[in-house]
T-cell receptor
Framework: GESVGLHLPTLSVQEGDNSIINCAYSNSASDYFIWYKQESGKGPQFIIDIRSNMDKRQGQRVTVLLNKTVKHLSLQIAATQPGDSAVYFCAENTHAGTALIFGKGTTLSVSS | DTGVSQNPRHKITKRGQNVTFRCDPISEHNRLYWYRQTLGQGPEFLTYFQNEAQLEKSRLLSDRFSAERPKGSFSTLEIQRTEQGDSAMYLC????????????FGPGTRLLVL
């Protein structure tokens, strides 16, 4: 089916550790990907995006890696902080598409 | 705050009642999207507007749902004859106006149908 899925529903890390959140997608036509962070009771917040002509993109403390060969996307968060605790979603979009297709999300818990 | 805003933030209604939600997009964003999110799931696309034109509807958008964006600015989503299965978070997002753009989300309206 055409959907985006995440490998792990939950991830628990210690403050200061690096976190890696994974996402597998199945639609080979998808060529634009976004990571969102959603805190309890709030809407999804944009973190970083990447297009299929790139395999890596860096932001502030975050890096997104795209492996088109195996249809895999990951979000790396450096020096994870308690404020990073949230649900993280990857979303995909095709060139002709307007709707974002979301996976189920990974809940990141950061303990201090 | 110049982000996407939604009102109300919470709505409790009885089954069979009609409800209407409002979304104000980021200023000058031509595209406006509605999504629905149930507990533990990612958002699911419902419909989107390019300016005032509603260009795409998901099969999730039953006949009881109607969305409008009369002046190409704010949008309303109405649910008629609400059912318990309509209980969800209704999210609005906006983007400047092209495919493959970042969509910026509002805080959502949480609907509970009793």
């Amino acid at each position: 089916g055409e959907s985006v899925g995440l490998h792990l529903p939950t991830l628990s890390v210690q403050e200061g550790d690096n976190s890696i959140i994974n996402c597998a997608y199945s639609n080979s036509a998808s060529d634009y990907f976004i990571w969102y962070k959603q805190e309890s009771g709030k809407g999804p917040q944009f973190i970083i995006d990447i297009r299929s002509n790139m395999d890596k993109r860096q932001g502030q403390r975050v890096t997104v890696l795209l492996n088109k060969t195996v249809k895999h996307l990951s979000l790396q968060i450096a020096a994870t902080q308690p404020g990073d605790s949230a649900v993280y979603f990857c979303a995909e979009n095709t060139h002709a598409g307007t709707a974002l297709i979301f996976g189920k999300g990974t809940t990141l818990s950061v303990s201090s | 705050d110049t982000g996407v805003s939604q009102n109300p933030r919470h709505k409790i209604t009885k089954r069979g009642q009609n409800v209407t939600f409002r979304c104000d997009p980021i200023s000058e964003h031509n595209r406006l999207y509605w999504y629905r999110q149930t507990l533990g799931q990612g958002p699911e696309f419902l419909t989107y507007f390019q300016n005032e034109a509603q260009l795409e509807k998901s099969r999730l958008l039953s006949d009881r749902f109607s969305a409008e964006r009369p002046k190409g600015s704010f949008s309303t989503l109405e649910i008629q004859r609400t059912e318990q299965g309509d209980s969800a978070m209704y999210l609005c997002a906006s983007s400047p106006g092209q495919n493959q753009e970042t969509q910026y989300f509002g805080p959502g309206t949480r609907l509970l149908v009793l």
